[in-house]
């Protein structure tokens, strides 16, 4: 019985972190998109320090945020792939919670400017685009993400209590 427990709240807590990554996306979609960008729902890429439900939430959330935003398939696959490969090391690196962020940060700053240089043939030379891409990402997980991050941990114990006693 709590092994079905446990499996529900990680199946509830992936849907409504990819549901918050989808919401935080679509309305900002004029900055969220492009060879300069800034996403507000990247902040969310510090949850994986909290609960390992985080890495396919985000994964999700980014796949149908790029789906539903009219991005071209490979945006689709490989920001998918960004996002899913920085959740993973993120919550790898959950023992310092200051490290958490940097995996984001860089699998963006790498990936994604092939993506807008090969899918949408963007003119920008791809180490430009790997600047851009990171400051964003620097903005949107280094500073937003680590505010949320610095907010949730007092809270940590009621919002993620199955995790509550991993790294703090």
Not at 136 to 145: C, H, Q, T
Request: proline share 7%.
């Amino acid at each position: 019985m709590n092994q079905n427990r446990n499996t529900a709240m990680h199946l509830t807590y992936s849907a409504i972190i990819a549901a918050m990554y989808v919401v935080l996306t679509l309305p900002f979609a004029s900055f969220a998109f492009g060879p300069i960008q800034f996403r507000i729902a990247e902040s969310l890429c510090i949850l994986p320090f909290f609960t390992p439900a985080a890495i396919p939430g985000l994964a999700i959330g980014c796949l149908f945020a790029n789906f539903m935003g009219g991005a071209v398939i490979w945006d689709v696959i490989f920001g998918t792939l960004a996002t899913l490969i920085g959740a993973v090391i993120s919550y790898k690196l959950r023992s310092n919670k200051w490290l958490v962020c940097i995996p984001p940060i860089l699998a963006n700053a790498i990936i994604i400017p092939f993506v807008l240089k090969y899918a949408y043939g963007v003119d920008e030379l791809v180490p430009y685009m790997m600047l851009t891409v990171g400051i964003g990402e620097v903005l949107s997980v280094g500073i937003l993400g680590n505010l949320l991050l610095n907010a949730l941990v007092p809270f940590r114990s009621r919002l993620f209590p199955a995790t509550a006693n991993e790294a703090a």
